[in-house]
């Protein structure tokens, strides 16, 4: 009976720390590095996205960034659901092809490249924000959010 006992605690003690690395697994980091396994290798520096201070701060929601593939907000996340990354979606890597020779895209096309997509989510917002605030606060050039690399 002892040693029963004895199992029964630890295999409870095991399920705690199992469930509490399941929920730690999901929970948005404050700041996000925004490397993708889709890049053979990154032209730019990475952007590292503060995502506490988009919820703390700017009062975000989830829906302002993440959607459906009906591009419909995702209102209903809460911090520690499962969230696709951009690239399960927006798979080509870059940003369209550009110049007199390139294809004509339509809007559908042109968000399957992740840059793209990433730009027009963030850059969008960003220039939303400053008209709305009579500002220049919100980044919207490369230089801004891409770091020199070295």
Known sequence: MKKTLWVVVVVGIAAVFASAALYAGTKAPDVIKMENKIYPKHEKGIVEFSHKKHVAEYKDT???????????????LKDGD???????CHKKPGEKPKGKDAP?????ETMEFHAEAM????????????????????????????????
Do not use: I, M, W, Y
């Open 104 to 108: 004509k895209l339509t809007d559908k």
């Open 62 to 76: 989830c829906g302002d960034c993440h959607h459906d593939k009906d591009h419909k907000p995702l209102a209903n």
């Open 119 to 150: 730009h027009k989510n963030c850059r969008g917002c960003h220039t939303e924000f400053n008209k709305k605030n009579n500002s220049t606060n919100a980044p919207t050039t490369c230089v801004k959010c891409h770091p020199k690399t070295s």
């Open 82 to 88: 499962n969230v696709q990354g951009c690239a399960e």
